[in-house]
C-alpha cells in the first residue's frame, strides 16, 4: 500500500520536473582571489525569481569569518521594503575547487538544526572585485551582486548583458534600491 501511495504522488512530480528545461551553468573560467570576494558585503542588484525571496528587496550577502576560523555566508533582505523587516539565512561555505575558489557549498542552517546545502558557481566577476554573478550549475538561482548598494544603471544593463551572454536567459528581477547613506 505504502509503495502505491508514494507512486502516486512521485509520478506527478516526476513529471512536471521532465517538462522543465535542461540548463546548465557554463564552467566557471576565472580564479577567485578569497581575500578580495569572500570578504564584507556585497549587494544584490538583480537575481532570478524564486518562492524564497518573494517579497525581499534591499538583498546582502556577507562573507565572514566564524569563532572557529570557518567561512560563513550570511544571506538577508527585506520583507517589501527597503525598511522593512529583515529576513536572513547563514550558512558554513566549503570551497570545492582550492585553487580557482570558483566553486562553492553553503550548508545552510534553518530553524537552528536543519542545514540545506546549496552549490554554486562565481561565474564571472569584476577584475577589481567591484561585481560578480553567481548561480547554481542548473543556472535556476542566479545573482548579480556589487559592493555599491546603488550602483549606475549603466553597471546593472553591463551585470544582466553579462548573464544573458552566460546562458541565463529566464526572468530577472531587480529589488527596490538600498535607501541613501545618510
Not at 520583507?79 to 536572513?88: F, L, S
Request: hydrophobic share 35%; aromatic share 12%; net charge positive.
Amino acid at each position: 500500500m505504502r509503495t502505491w501511495l508514494c507512486w502516486i504522488i512521485l509520478l506527478p512530480l516526476m513529471g512536471c520536473a521532465a517538462e522543465q528545461p535542461t540548463i546548465s551553468a557554463p564552467p566557471p573560467v576565472k580564479s577567485v582571489d578569497m581575500s578580495r570576494l569572500y570578504t564584507g558585503t556585497w549587494y544584490e542588484v538583480g537575481r532570478a525569481p524564486m518562492n524564497l525571496t518573494n517579497g525581499c528587496v534591499a538583498g546582502t550577502t556577507a562573507y565572514f569569518a566564524n569563532k572557529k576560523g570557518q567561512l560563513m555566508e550570511r544571506d538577508a533582505c527585506r520583507k517589501n521594503t527597503p525598511e522593512g523587516k529583515e529576513k536572513a539565512y547563514q550558512g558554513t561555505v566549503a570551497i570545492l575547487n582550492p585553487g580557482e575558489n570558483n566553486k562553492i557549498l553553503v550548508r545552510y542552517k534553518v530553524w537552528h538544526f536543519f542545514t540545506v546545502p546549496y552549490t554554486y558557481w562565481v561565474l564571472d566577476h569584476g577584475q577589481n572585485y567591484n561585481w560578480f554573478i553567481v548561480a547554481n550549475p542548473q543556472m535556476t538561482l542566479v545573482s548579480m551582486l556589487t559592493r555599491e548598494p546603488n550602483p549606475p544603471q549603466a553597471t546593472i544593463n553591463m551585470l544582466t548583458s553579462r548573464a544573458r551572454a552566460l546562458g541565463y536567459h529566464g526572468p530577472l528581477e531587480y529589488p527596490a534600491r538600498f535607501p541613501p547613506k545618510k
